[in-house]
Nanobody, 127 residues
């Protein structure tokens, strides 16, 4: 399984950015895609996830109403639209994927539910 995340960059407070994650190599549809973020010296934090099979979405409270995760099953790309950005959204964002059934058992927000990771993309929000 190959995961490629992209789309990071710089934005001002209140601006928008869109991240994209391309996934290849799965032999079934029951996988989940998650976005995590990490700042220097801090643990990696789960942000949002979406199920490829049924489209169920999940968000951390701090991004609800601002971020939207979506899927294009035909292309196996999964985007994270980030609006109303805040300085505290600054981080390296990682796309990850794993078996949805495992994630439902172990926790959607749990890193161990995700087996394959992208290289990360930097998001910087300035005031």
């Amino acid at each position: 399984v190959h995961v490629v995340d992209s789309g990071g960059g710089s934005a001002q407070f209140g601006g928008s950015l869109r991240l994209s994650c391309a996934i290849s190599g799965f032999t079934h549809d029951y996988f989940i895609i998650g976005w995590f973020r990490q700042t220097p010296g801090m643990e990696r934090e789960w942000v949002s996830s979406i199920s490829r099979s049924n489209g169920s979405t999940y968000y951390i409270e701090s991004v609800k109403g601002r971020f939207t995760i979506s899927r294009d099953n035909a292309k196996d790309t999964f985007d994270l639209q980030m609006n109303s950005l805040k300085v505290e959204d600054t981080a390296v964002y990682y796309c990850a994927t794993g078996d949805y059934r495992v994630a439902q058992a172990m926790g959607i927000a749990n890193e161990i539910s995700y087996d394959y990771w992208g290289q990360g993309t930097q998001v910087t929000v300035s005031s």
